[in-house]
DNA sequence: CTGAAAGCGCTTACAG
DNA sequence: CTGAAAGCGCTTACAG
């Protein structure tokens, strides 16, 4: 055992250690003649450069920081397949963390995060605290909120355009008849939660009606049972529409709707999301639902990320992409007059 | 920006650069006056040890690297949950890889994580090639294959008893009066799908029984979509009950056999996995499915990794543990005269 | 193209 | 307890 060094290599290929180090470092000026016998002499030794070591010296590690929510949205593990490839592409890895919800946690591992000269660090669907935003500026360690943002002044961010897809969202089924429409939100802490309920009340106004409710679902399961169960059973008149805040909580929602309180979907009430998650498409669900480009977004952080790492200068963006209308089964059809206009 | 070095501390404590190096060591010698000027001088200048030259010299990263499949099963996100949080409480960092599929690739890839020296890896359903495994033992870099095992002279491993679980599924299937019981394995290719496959075979054996069908469904939705039409739009006799080799797997059945077949579940026919997910027990599937204690093989992942980084002599360990049988909603009850017995 | 040398930022014997 | 020094494994000017 004992890793392989280079000077070991040269001394077995019988040239100088700075020789081997130029075979192995892509654009190093080598004869093709010293390069073979290196290659060979490594190949034999099974030597690899100590990526430790090398980042040390060039100061960058290729290594990106990512910190991220727990997983149980089926959204988080998309982001971190497709970030993951997307970053692999371009020799980066990716260095995790799973933020558990406690605060002071979260930042005492972001911070050792750091300690690893990571070339950047990816917060998705995480606030990134003042003193770490801070700590990164200093540091010089660009940062990117992927799925938040934190303001215009804020780090730089790519995210969906949540009030927007929200308030089509409720549009659509101001459109195909519906009355009374409520909202569960994600969480009112994050920059998603809020705009897609700010996007919701929008569209209400503007169209003169309020909201036969709107209460936080804090992306919680758990939580969202509870709502539903008060919504519907409250004894007054039921919501004839249910607009949640995540695929993920609408999920939970329709649940107990269909399996508990015997309510149809779609024929007595409808029910919507907002992501456009893989299980959205699924025939038990068939969710009607506000797509996020994804795919987009990931381009764009990758884009971002590996572009401003040697380069400072890159304008920090605040990215926002327009969501797409998923109508499927769970909302009630648009009605043959209504499909004319 | 730059980032703050020891010797700039040292510089502004009036100390040498060793002395600062021990504030930050735990277990050096330092008097308390040292200390406290140190750790004052390194707050002010926002000061942190770099992990990478501590590493270099230490000879241990601290980072363990983890290669993981792709992560549409919902199984994986889980582990990563549970391996990130468990592995964090000790100190480690998990460098992630995801597989996909492309076998050079993933062997490429992999070879670029361990060049970051990590102290271990974890390959999560996952196969490990001879010449990686070989280059890790070469390194001496310990491995542990999770939910896969390569025999007993392959690597390390942790896994639960599939074969033991899938004959008890099986024989719960027989049990309810089951005739004409098929099986979608997971691939054939790996452990899981193998022995999953052949617990099945074995109860139907021991019972006198065949299979009414035992077809590869390759840990593909989309090919269990079409080998899940095949064997119930066939003409001849259907099978009354459905083992599927993964949960994931078993949704995408039911869903055939429910919302394109309309075949009722479990009246018509029962449907199984193996792995008990979350998804597994909401109420749109509530399926019932063999528990594979992820609790505890990954405490066994985390105790064995943790334990022999130091300490190469701990004995690599084969571990089976033992699954539980959930039953839920999508296969026959047990009949009244059943369960007296 | 090539080698000797400096140095990346740290830890750790070694003297004192 | 403390500092000067060596060294972890590499890259990269610098001469030649």
Redesign the interface.
Known sequence: ???VTSAEVARAAGVSQSAVSRVFTSGAPVSVKTAERVRKAAGRL?Y??????R??ITGE?R?IGLAMA???N?F???I??LL??GL?ESGY??????A?GDDTETET?I???????VDALIAASVALTTPLAE?C????IPVLLLNRHQGNSGPPSVASDNVGGARRMTEFLLRVGHERIAHISGWQGSSTGRERRQGFLQALAAAGRSAAACVDGMFDQEIVRRITRELFTAGDIRPDALFVGSDNMA?AA??VL???LGIRVPEEVSVTGFDDV??AA????SLTTMRQPLDKMIREAVRHITGCIGNPSTEPPQIRLKCDLCVRGSSRPLSRMEEKK
């Open positions: 055992m004992g890793r099974g690899r450069p100590n990526a430790l070591a980042s040390l590690s290594i727990e997983l149980d089926q988080y593990p998309e971190l397949k993951s490839c692999q890895h990716i260095l995790v963390f799973m558990s591992v911070s050792e995060l750091l300690d690893y000269q700590r500026r200093a540091q010089g999920f329709m649940d269909r399996f508990e893989p299980m699924w025939p038990a669900y």
